[in-house]
């Protein structure tokens, strides 16, 4: 009776993982203000074998499907991690936003994201 139990708790909580994952799933966008100028972009969140994963795109840059390393949303919070160009975003979701911030070569701007609406 105790290994049922203890079953049962274990796929209560991958449920309550996955539901919480649906919240985050989808392409996401938003944009930093750097001195050059703002330069817009676009998070795509996708959940894979039960794992989630994440793309960017800096359309201004022309820089298209850059994958994140690290992805995680747990109790309204997003945090991602990309070795490749040293970033890392972590924000929380308020009313349907990402409120955070993009770290990047040791610098931080606001980088608030909002759902792409489907085109």
């Known amino acids: 009776?105790?290994?049922?139990?203890?079953?049962?708790?274990?796929?209560?909580?991958?449920?309550?993982?996955?539901?919480?994952?649906?919240?985050?799933?989808?392409?996401?966008?938003?944009?930093?203000?750097?001195?050059?100028?703002?330069?817009?972009?676009?998070?795509?969140?996708?959940?894979?074998?039960n794992v989630l994963t994440a793309t960017m795109d800096s359309p201004m840059q022309n820089a298209f499907g850059l994958a994140f390393d690290e992805v995680s949303f747990k109790e309204g919070v997003l945090k991602m991690k990309m070795n490749m160009i040293d970033g890392t975003y972590e924000g929380t979701l308020k009313e349907g936003k990402f409120i955070g911030k993009w770290k990047q070569s040791g610098m931080d701007f606001d980088l608030n994201l909002k759902k792409q609406e489907k085109k």
């Open 1 to 49: 009776m105790k290994f049922l139990a203890i079953v049962l708790l274990i796929f209560t909580s991958l449920g309550f993982s996955f539901q919480d994952n649906a919240k985050a799933l989808g392409a996401w966008e938003g944009k930093i203000t750097t001195p050059q100028g703002d330069l817009g972009l676009v998070i795509h969140l996708t959940e894979k074998e």
